[in-house]
């Protein structure tokens, strides 16, 4: 059991496991919506389209935080007025964007001294290095998450299900989808600078994905992807300590694992228990 609780006995392991949890409830709130919408592929273009503006607020000596928001707005923008065109999908926009983002991101790095490492760190970020600032930063982030998914859970929920039937309603589903995106720049803007973009996309992902299959409202999904998260973040943290690995890397492998034994948990489980079934993103119930 000492082999658990040694990493935690230094202080920024200490910083870096509450800077995990945080991240851990700002995604299990925002990306349960994201996965019962059908929007991880616009998460992670969100998550990689910061680079740019990452890149030109560290070469000019201005806020990285307001460069990466600057820069999600602009991707943003920009998915929407490319999927307005008739013959261009939605997932079409988003890989242009994404690419073309991304590519004028490492070219601006590219101007770096430090390129490898500007690169590295906007990936994998440095959760080892957090501080009190960084943490009030996640706890801030986490509070207003929370608030819009509790105000607009009933348009979150009519949207992710059946947006006619959201318009029919009035719950104005355009308007929706607009604060849902912005709670995933939140997300990833708030967390990208502590723990990296793999690692905040991969919470975005993974813990929701394993508790969808197992729960069939959005509040015992909420729960299980946070527990998932915390508990990814904490088991990664340690195995990184003893294994000499990179931290946020090994918090988000040990996440995406987690989806998998998760399902093939879940698989067994059908196989072995006669008519069981496993909710769909159509089953969820509020």
Known sequence: ME????????SFVRRALVAGVLVSLVCA????????????????????????GVALASLTGQSVLLGAALSAGVMVAGIALVGRLRRVSRD????LLFVGMLSIGVIIVSHSDSFAVDLTGFLFGDVLAVGPAELWQLAVALAVAAAVSLLGHRAFLALAFDPRKAGTLGLRPGVAHGVLLA??????????RVVGTLLVFGLLIAPPAAALLWAR??????LGA?????????????????????AGATIA??????????????HLRGRLSVGATV???EEVRA
Do not use: D, K, N, Q
């Open 3 to 10: 082999w658990l609780l040694v990493p935690f006995e230094v």
């Open 29 to 52: 709130l925002v990306g349960t919506w994201v996965v019962l919408r059908g929007m991880a592929f616009l998460g992670e273009a969100v998550s990689h389209g910061l680079l740019p």
């Open 92 to 95: 079409t926009a988003i890989g």
């Open 183 to 192: 709670l995933v720049t939140l997300a990833i803007v708030a967390s990208f």
């Open 217 to 222: 409202r959005v509040a015992t999904i909420m």
């Open 226 to 246: 946070a527990l998932v998260g915390c508990a990814s973040t904490v088991l990664g943290l340690v195995v990184s300590w003893h294994a000499g690995t990179a």
């Open 253 to 266: 492998a040990v996440a995406v694992s987690a989806f998998f034994v998760s399902a093939l948990a879940s």
């Open 279 to 281: 909710a769909s993103p």
